[in-house]
T-cell receptor, first 115, second 112 residues
């Protein structure tokens, strides 16, 4: 099935700095990718939909200036957490639709810890 | 408002003890119901997609079923390696948004 690669798998950053997370679709093109956030003991919440060549669509309550999304190619979407604060510490996961009909494939996730 | 509720929150089984996980949903126009398995610290792993009431899908010890209001994930003779959190998600509405709404998950522990 389709594979989505996410990098890094974990990152620790200082409060006030920015962190970039990459999400790549391997062996298939993804015009749309999705970014989720998962807090401990909670389920996944969609943050935004990343569209290749156009602006991302953000869910209600998600600050677009804080969570910058860039989808510059058909295989790469990036999420940049700007001016990170401890409350941004979470598990960030990206996904894309499996063109083979296998549902939505998820990356392995990125554990962000802001200290 | 579209909503997905899973029960129970946690389930402990002995190896070989079959059981079912429930996913109840309220959505405006179901376009697909998805089951995922998530291990700690990892992204969800796709299991099944169901599209219409009456549909069933199987994979090894797992079987997913769908009605107009809920889905069940049946686990037959589970093994310790089946221990994980099982997530249910729905895709609803018109258009091709691809947005999934997830339930809270059921954490399954299978003891040897």
């Amino acid at each position: 099935g389709a594979v989505v690669s996410q990098h890094p798998s974990w990152v620790i950053c200082k409060s006030g700095t920015s962190v970039k997370i990459e999400c790549r679709s391997l062996d298939f093109q993804a015009t749309t990718m999705f970014w989720y956030r998962q807090f401990p003991k909670q389920s996944l919440m969609l943050m935004a939909t990343s569209n290749e060549g156009s602006k991302a669509t953000y869910e209600q309550g998600v600050e677009k200036d804080k969570f910058l999304i860039n989808h510059a190619s058909l295989t790469l979407s990036t999420l940049t957490v700007t001016s990170a604060h401890p409350e941004d510490s979470s598990f960030y996961i990206c996904s894309a639709r499996d063109p083979g009909g296998g549902g939505y494939t998820f990356g392995s996730g990125t554990r962000l810890t802001v200290v | 408002e579209d909503q997905v509720t899973q029960s129970p929150e946690a389930l402990r089984l002995q190896e070989g003890e079959s059981s079912s996980l429930n996913c109840s949903y309220t959505v405006s126009g179901l376009r697909g119901l998805f089951w995922y398995r998530q291990d700690p610290g990892k992204g969800p792993e796709f299991l099944f997609t169901l599209y219409s009431a009456g549909e069933e899908k199987e994979k090894e010890r797992l079987k997913a079923t769908l009605t107009k209001k809920e889905s069940f994930l049946h686990i037959t003779a589970p093994k310790p390696e089946d221990s994980a959190t099982y997530l249910c998600a729905v895709q609803a509405g018109s258009g091709n948004t691809g947005k999934l709404i997830f339930g809270q998950g059921t954490t399954l522990q299978v003891k040897p």
